[in-house]
């Protein structure tokens, strides 16, 4: 079939739906969306709310739980323990199809009797504050987080250890503090694209490099002071002059940070390695990708945001591990075959589901543990199955609901409690008006501080072993907030001053300075004599760096020539 193109259900703009999109669709047995891919990625983000949590009452034990879901949400939610146990039957809550009926208003019941798991964190030891995360030994206040072990609010960490507030390691991250997207890199600090770098603090796309500050575009060096090479001699000197467990000295770097990242520093057009034939923004090792972001060795997918290990996907959200074969899923590992599905870890051959487990041929179903042709959580007989499914999705057709996303007015979370919140920010009129859900008790406290902020130590080791018990307040937002005995450990090990701002704020901050999920057709800005282009070089391309930002963008052949 050729492109078409389609006026979007929900922003009412006009966008394309390319002719190979259609082959996809074909396969799959799907028909085309009616929502642009911006808004298919709205609605996939309405679903995940990955780090707003909360305590509450386990509705089987009665013991206080962290959950996803706020107390006065109407579901019932059970411990992780309980959730998984034998006492409950998911296959109980089976309901019979009603053909008068819409089938997201009939899901939207089931979803309000069957038990919901409090949060997401499977095979974890000592990691009760982790959402979306498995595999992890006293992983705290972490999302997205595998196979890591003492890492603390962190975000998108694999196979990581002793980490703290960083966002994306690839992999074999050990020291590390304040990185964006990093890859095998040891005790370094504030970082932003460092591949292999040990004891580098405040340097931007560094490759193979030890020993170097306050630098960017390096590869394979040591001993680099503010751009500038010198012996380890004069390094060494150099740097016992810079306190960093002072935080009045650690404001000043940020903003020299800042600076260089903004005047300084090359960007190349897309921050994106090893990859063949592939279109989107910090893609790695990924073949015959287009428009997607943050994508980990994928082949032949498209429209993918912050997944790894897939093959042959559509329109997919934090997929991973070994899945093939999706289109529009939302926070799922090891999926084959599956359309139309949120928190499912583990299964084969399912549609339309909720929270199902190690399960196969489920359609419409919710918090199934371990199923087999099911649909509305009730068993069939495989023939029958597959008749009653076909009639549904026929039905489904007609009421325009077969082949959209979940509907954000059935999510079980609020928008201001999702990732949405941060990527695609709306007001809460904005989202009432659309007939979503917005939290008006998130959590937090303000003004409960027991110590002002001004009233901390300057450096890390004049602050007393009894800050553990007291209570802080974010100097940017107010909130308030509390250390661990971990995280004191790790400031002391490490000379990081004392945070003065919440977690969040943290959070925030490195989220601001990553590359946003989205791509800009703009020109090389470089205009180097020695480069064969004569003034400005003319190529354009298709970059995660708007025009408005006026930093150095330049093309694969510009940023090579001066980096490498
Ligand atoms: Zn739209
Ligand atoms: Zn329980
Ligand atoms: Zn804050
Ligand atoms: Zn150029
Ligand atoms: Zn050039």
């Not at 020291?175 to 370094?188: A, F, G, H, N, V």
């Not at 509907?407 to 659309?434: D, H, R, W």
Request: hydrophobic share 25%; charged share 30%.
């Amino acid at each position: 079939m050729n492109q078409e193109t389609k006026n979007c259900k929900n922003c009412k703009k006009d966008f394309t739906i390319e002719s190979e999109d259609f082959n996809f669709y074909e396969k799959i047995q799907v028909p085309p969306p009616t929502w642009c891919t911006k808004c298919r990625q709205l609605r996939r983000y309405a679903w995940r709310n990955e780090r707003t949590l909360y305590r509450r009452n386990c509705d089987l034990c009665g013991k206080s739980t962290v959950t996803i879901y706020s107390p006065n949400k109407p579901y019932k939610v059970y411990c992780n323990p309980c959730w998984w146990g034998d006492d409950w039957d998911f296959s109980s809550h089976g309901k019979d199809f009603d053909f008068f009926k819409t089938f997201f208003e009939q899901f939207a019941e089931l979803q309000r009797e069957v038990p919901r798991m409090a949060l997401l964190n499977k095979n974890s030891v000592n990691s009760e504050y982790t959402n979306h995360s498995g595999e992890n030994k006293n992983t705290y206040l972490s999302f997205s987080a595998f196979d890591d072990e003492n890492v603390m609010y962190g975000s998108f960490i694999f196979k990581s250890r002793d980490c703290m507030d960083c966002n994306r390691i690839q992999e074999k991250g050990e020291r590390l503090y304040e990185t964006i997207d990093s890859r095998k890199c040891y005790q370094c600090q504030y970082g932003i694209f460092l591949r292999d770098c040990s004891s580098c603090f405040y340097c931007y796309d560094c490759h193979g490099c030890n020993d170097c500050f306050m630098s960017s575009n390096l590869r394979n060096k040591s001993y680099v002071f503010r751009n500038k090479q010198y012996t380890r001699e004069e390094y060494l000197k150099k740097m016992k002059d810079i306190e960093l467990s002072s935080f009045i000295v650690r404001e000043g770097l940020n903003k020299e940070f800042t600076n260089l990242i903004e005047q300084d520093a090359i960007h190349r057009y897309v921050a994106s390695e090893r990859n063949i034939n592939s279109i989107g923004s910090l893609l790695y090792d990924c073949k015959n990708v287009a428009k997607s972001f943050e994508l980990y060795n994928a082949e032949n997918c498209k429209y993918i945001y912050g997944s790894t290990d897939i093959k042959d996907c559509m329109d997919c959200y934090h997929l991973g591990f070994n899945s093939e074969l999706c289109y529009e899923i939302q926070g799922a590992v090891r999926l084959s075959n599956c359309k139309f599905c949120h928190l499912c870890y583990d299964n084969m051959n399912i549609t339309y589901c909720d929270t199902c487990q190690n399960s196969q041929n489920l359609f419409g179903c919710v918090s199934v543990k371990k199923g087999d042709y099911m649909i509305f959580n009730k068993k069939y007989l495989k023939a029958d199955y597959e008749i009653l499914k076909d009639k549904i999705i026929e039905h489904m057709k007609k009421t325009g609901e077969y082949g959209e996303f979940f509907s954000p007015q059935i999510s079980p979370v609020c928008y201001n409690e999702t990732q949405g919140n941060f990527y695609m920010p709306m007001t809460k009129e904005e989202v009432l008006a659309k007939g979503w859900h917005w939290e008006e008790n998130v959590p937090g406290t303000f003004s409960k501080e027991t110590i002002l902020a001004g009233a901390i130590p300057d450096k890390i080791v004049d602050v007393p072993n009894t800050y553990l018990n007291e209570i802080f307040s974010c100097i940017d937002c107010l909130k308030n907030y509390n250390i661990t005995k971990n995280e004191l450990l790790f400031y002391r090990k490490e000379n990081i001053p004392f945070p003065r701002r919440c977690p969040n704020c943290r959070y925030k901050r490195r989220f601001d300075l990553r590359p946003k999920r989205e791509l800009w057709h703009r020109q090389c800005v470089c205009n180097k004599e020695n480069h064969g282009h004569e003034g400005n070089c003319q190529k354009e391309f298709e970059t995660c760096y708007s025009p408005d930002e006026v930093i150095k963008v330049y093309c694969e052949s510009c940023y090579n020539k001066e980096v490498y």
